[in-house]
Nanobody
Framework: QVQLVESGGGLVQAGGSLRLSCAAS????????MGWFRQAPGKEREFVAA????????HYVDSVKGRFTISRDNAKNTVYLQMNSLKPEDTAVYYC???????????????WGQGTQVTVSS
């Protein structure tokens, strides 16, 4: 069992930056592939970024490439999402997720956090 807790969300102006963190419980964190997803009001949840168990492979949705960076620190059981040049359309609840497969994947994911709100004002 893995429990995931996101933090770092908030209100930021367009063009600003935020760094989201996802702290994981459990001794097997380093074997999981990790992902970030987001869900805006009235929209379906969408994939944002993923990272492999080692951190050696990453993948991003086109809309965030060059602006967002996913990374992980296995010693701290934490995955990060650095978000720069934020746009109002990035406003959403952001969720982290863990995949037993360990690879970069769009899914399926086995464990989910509760989410953290990111609001970007224009």
């Amino acid at each position: 069992q893995v429990q995931l807790v996101e933090s770092g969300g908030g209100l930021v102006q367009a063009g600003g930056s935020l760094r989201l963190s996802c702290a994981a419980s459990g001794r097997t964190f380093s074997s999981y592939g990790m992902g970030w997803f987001r869900q805006a009001p009235g929209k379906e949840r969408e994939f944002v970024a993923a990272i492999s168990w080692s951190g050696g492979s990453t993948h991003y949705v086109d809309s965030v490439k060059g602006r967002f960076t996913i990374s992980r620190d296995n010693a701290k059981n934490t995955v990060y999402l650095q978000m720069n040049s934020l746009k109002p359309e990035d406003t959403a609840v952001y969720y982290c997720a863990a995949a037993r497969s360990g690879v970069v994947t769009l899914g399926p994911y086995d464990y989910w956090g509760q989410g953290t709100q990111v609001t970007v004002s224009s």
